[in-house]
């Protein structure tokens, strides 16, 4: 990324700061409208997952420009959605959804170069997550016979 996107997307994220509950709103539901397969892994309740996506991306966002400061966590991340049944494919229309919001959220500020900033941002973290996903080691089926024996 060069720094002229990162201000553009930490700039354009201030933005959409004040309308963080909404912004949640029009993400889950363009997410879950384009890839329904995905909504069995969040909660009936979404009121929390909400706060938790914008506030991730709030620290991603504000640390763009130390990105090393980012990178464990995002890691991390890319981790723990193993354990949620994410998968590769997972990730486009995550992204997309993203794209989605960002464009309603801005309206004419969503900008062409602030679009391709963003698409710069998601696929990098992207490419961190699945990369520290693949690393994850597939859980053991505690179902067969030496699962029951010594799961």
Do not use: C
Request: glycine content about 6%; cysteine-free; proline content about 6%.
């Amino acid at each position: 990324m060069t720094p002229e996107q990162v201000k553009l997307v930490q700039s354009s994220f201030k933005k959409v700061e004040p309308i963080a509950e909404q912004a949640g709103d029009i993400f889950y539901n363009r997410l879950f409208e384009i890839a329904p397969e995905v909504r069995p892994m969040f909660p009936d309740e979404m009121s929390n997952q909400k706060s938790k996506l914008m506030s991730m991306l709030g620290a991603a966002v504000n640390n763009l420009h130390q990105v090393d400061v980012i990178i464990p966590a995002v890691q991390d991340l890319g981790r723990k959605h193993v354990d949620y049944g994410v998968k590769d494919e997972h990730y486009q229309p995550v992204g997309e959804a993203l794209i989605f919001t960002l464009e309603k959220g801005l309206g004419d500020d969503f900008t062409p170069e602030v679009k391709d900033a963003w698409l710069t941002t998601y696929t990098t973290l992207q490419a961190v997550m699945t990369k520290a996903a693949a690393e994850v080691t597939a859980p053991v089926d505690k179902k067969g016979f030496f699962g029951r024996m010594f799961g």
